[in-house]
């Protein structure tokens, strides 16, 4: 059962427009949800991450949305730039436990210059 | 360079062979993790350990075991390695509530069991 889901397996932009990669979860009980970007044969590397109490928050070209009654989120990268380029996956946590993340499948994004 | 080392880089291992996947953090750290990539399947959590001392099942923790050998350090094993094993094996660390900010992840271990 699959808690966290992207359901966009690829996202293919143009330069200088907007991104938008989506993500939907089913658990209730997720407080906190977090970004990473990840590049051919390196580790995931943390993007941003946003808890519930709040329904928007940014940094630089990238914001995150949350919708808590919708159980979905979004990273919005504007203005897109090639080396955006990467594997972006969104994760959730219900705050306890350590910190342990669920993790969505992932969305290839291609900026083209 | 500071941060999260994963060593081997690269395994091919025979069905029913054994192998330990080694994890190293130098930022004094007091969580970490093993996470395994499958295609379509996102990262999955195998086992974590919260401190020193303590370790504890994730979502996918079945043919793995797992040691806390200090604070630097968390290993992975396959007792008898199976093709589902074949995946990519990420390592993760974070401090006393930090992971809201992120964890640190290794580069990974490609693992391919035949």
């Known amino acids: 059962d699959q808690q966290v889901k992207q359901n966009s397996p690829s996202l293919s932009v143009q330069e200088g427009r907007i991104s938008i990669l989506n993500c939907d979860y089913t658990?209730?009980?997720?407080?906190?949800f977090l970004w990473y970007k990840k590049y051919p044969a390196e580790g995931p590397t943390f993007l941003i991450s946003?808890?519930?109490?709040?329904d928007k928050n940014e940094d630089g070209r990238f914001t995150v949305f949350l919708n808590k009654s919708a159980k979905h989120l979004s990273l919005h990268i504007v203005p897109s730039q090639p080396g955006d380029s990467a594997v972006y996956f969104c994760a959730a946590s219900d705050g306890t436990s350590y910190g342990k993340l669920t993790f969505g499948q992932g969305t290839i994004l291609t900026v083209h210059p | 360079n500071a941060g999260v080392t994963q060593t081997p880089k690269f395994q091919v291992l025979k069905t029913g062979q054994s192998m330990t996947l080694q994890c190293a953090q130098d930022m004094n750290h007091n969580s970490m993790y093993w996470y395994r990539q499958d295609p379509g399947m996102g990262l999955r959590l195998i086992y974590y350990s919260a401190s020193e001392g303590t370790t504890d099942k994730g979502e996918v923790p079945n043919g793995y075991n797992v040691s806390r050998l200090n604070k630097r350090e968390f290993s992975l094993r396959l007792e008898s390695a199976a093709p589902s094993q074949t995946s990519v094996y990420f390592c993760a660390s974070s401090g006393v509530g930090e992971w809201f900010y992120g964890y640190t992840f290794g580069s990974g271990t490609r693992l391919t069991v035949v």
């Open positions: 946003i808890s519930s109490i709040k």
């Open positions: 658990n209730s009980m997720f407080d906190y």
